[in-house]
């Protein structure tokens, strides 16, 4: 499809366990942007990919929170030793340059439960 | 402390009427505003959006007013229709990102 793709659509870990999250953004979209949505919040960013350069992490909420885009396009966001308070919706977005003056594309996001 | 507030966490607005969603930031450095719409289950869509620059944009149903002085801004949605019900979020671009208000549902009821 032409839109941001995310997977897996839901996902429940046990505490304690690594998660990893994939981001396919569109095609040629410079910007890449991980955020965080907990229930009845509106979306928290956690960091910012422009290529393959992660130019601000500073959302991520602790040394758990780790994200990649090592090629410039797809890009994975990993929990190490998740816990419940990382239960969240997590919503990635691109946008074909720098976020000003341009809206940025979401996908569907990924529900992560950890039980 | 939030940047970025939409005050009124729900809108009930007859079809057909006008429905008017809230925003007010903080921010002084923040300079393009945005509105998403988010339906259950899926992301946030763009909607709308306005320049420092200017004080009101206009896409056919959507209008976005922007006040700098009193760092406030609001959707107007005229008419109103049943498809609009969704949770609606004011954004906000400052150095890089966007920062999110917390959204307000619309129901527009037949």
């Known amino acids: 499809g032409a839109g941001v793709s995310q997977s897996p659509r839901y996902k429940v870990a046990k505490r304690g366990q690594d998660v990893a999250l994939r981001c396919d953004p569109i095609?040629?979209?410079?910007?890449l942007f991980w955020y965080q949505q907990a229930l009845g919040q509106g979306p928290e960013f956690l960091t910012y990919?422009?290529?393959?350069?992660?130019?601000?992490k500073s959302g991520l909420p602790s040394d758990r929170f780790f994200a990649e885009r090592p090629e410039g396009s797809v890009s994975t966001l990993k929990i190490q030793r998740t816990q419940q308070e990382d239960s969240a919706v997590y919503l990635c977005?691109?946008?074909?340059?720098?976020?000003?003056?341009?809206?940025?594309?979401f996908g569907q996001g990924t529900r992560l439960t950890v039980v | 402390d939030q940047q970025v507030k939409q005050n009124s966490p729900s809108l009930s607005v007859q079809e057909g009427r006008i429905s008017i969603l809230n925003c007010d930031y903080t921010?002084?450095?923040?300079?393009?505003f945005l509105w998403y719409k988010k339906y259950p289950a899926e992301g946030p869509t763009f909607l709308i959006s306005?320049?420092?620059?200017?004080d009101k944009n206009e896409d056919g149903r959507f209008t976005v007013f922007l006040n700098k002085s009193a760092k406030h801004l609001s959707l107007h949605i005229v008419p109103s229709q049943p498809g609009d019900s969704a949770v609606y979020f004011c954004?906000?671009?400052?150095?890089?990102?966007?920062?999110f208000g917390k959204g307000t549902m619309l129901l527009v009821s037949p």
């Open positions: 977005a691109s946008s074909w340059k720098r976020v000003e003056r341009t809206e940025a594309f």
């Open positions: 095609s040629g979209h410079v910007s």
């Open positions: 990919f422009q290529n393959e350069a992660q130019l601000d």
């Open positions: 921010n002084s450095m923040f300079d393009y």
């Open positions: 306005i320049s420092s620059i200017k």
């Open positions: 954004a906000a671009v400052g150095y890089s990102t966007l920062t």
